[in-house]
């Protein structure tokens, strides 16, 4: 099945600037969904979206439904170094068929 | 605590082998499913189950197969067909198969040799 493209594949930063990363798609979702993984463990959701615009914040997270349905991004504000892990995204209609994305490989610089 | 729990976290074993890999939940979720995970790849859906003795095959189901006698429980063995198996396995439930998030367990890495 169809895999969503997720960029930037990894990021270095020094801690405390932004990150921003997005994921797109050939088909038009009604979920997207936010998670982080760190080495070795299951996924923990960030955010859940589910209507197109929607912007939802959790602490200095932000996450957007694109307006056009085949893409969201995901931002994280004054980067801190716990916020290093790898991050991805998944859309689809129902869990059944959800998509993920690859992940962006996080890196903060103390 | 309310969770998913995977076991074991480490699993070795010989090429031609079975091996059964467990899932158990205790959120009081209809849907359970099981994912593949690879190197530099998004997760793959092996099978999924949305209510209790039935399943439903993913994108890569052969050489996998599982059972859902319990609602809490949902096993996944990785049979000798399975050209590739060494990988890491995610399970993970849904309060239902609709618009409610997946929630995962910690995972088992399994090594095949």
């Known amino acids: 099945g169809q895999q969503l493209n997720q960029s930037p594949q990894s990021m270095f930063i020094q801690e405390g600037e932004d990150v921003s990363m997005n994921c797109t798609s050939s088909s038009i979702f009604n979920t997207w969904l936010w998670y982080k993984q760190d080495p070795g463990e299951g996924p923990v959701l960030l955010i859940a979206?589910?209507?197109?615009?929607e912007l939802t914040s959790n602490g200095r997270l932000t996450a957007q439904f694109g307006i056009t349905r085949k893409d969201s991004f995901l931002n994280i504000s004054a980067s801190i170094p716990s916020d290093v892990g790898i991050y991805f995204c998944?859309?689809?209609?129902?869990?059944?068929?959800?998509?993920f994305g690859a992940g962006t490989r996080l890196t903060v610089k103390p | 605590d309310g969770g998913i729990t995977q076991s074991p976290k480490y699993l070795f074993r010989k090429e031609g082998q079975n091996v059964t890999l467990s899932c158990e939940q205790n959120l009081n979720h209809d849907a359970m499913y099981w994912y593949r995970q690879d190197p530099g790849q998004g997760l793959r859906l092996i099978y999924y189950s949305q209510i209790v003795n039935d399943f439903q095959k993913g994108d890569i189901a052969e050489g996998y197969s599982v059972s859902r006698e319990k609602k809490e429980s949902f096993p996944l063995t990785v049979t000798s067909a399975q050209k590739n198996p060494t990988a890491f396995y995610l399970c993970a439930s849904s309060i239902r198969a609709g618009e409610s998030p997946l929630h995962f367990g910690n995972g088992t890495r399994l090594t095949v040799t």
């Open positions: 998944a859309g689809g209609y129902n869990n059944n068929d959800m998509r």
């Open positions: 979206l589910y209507k197109a615009g």
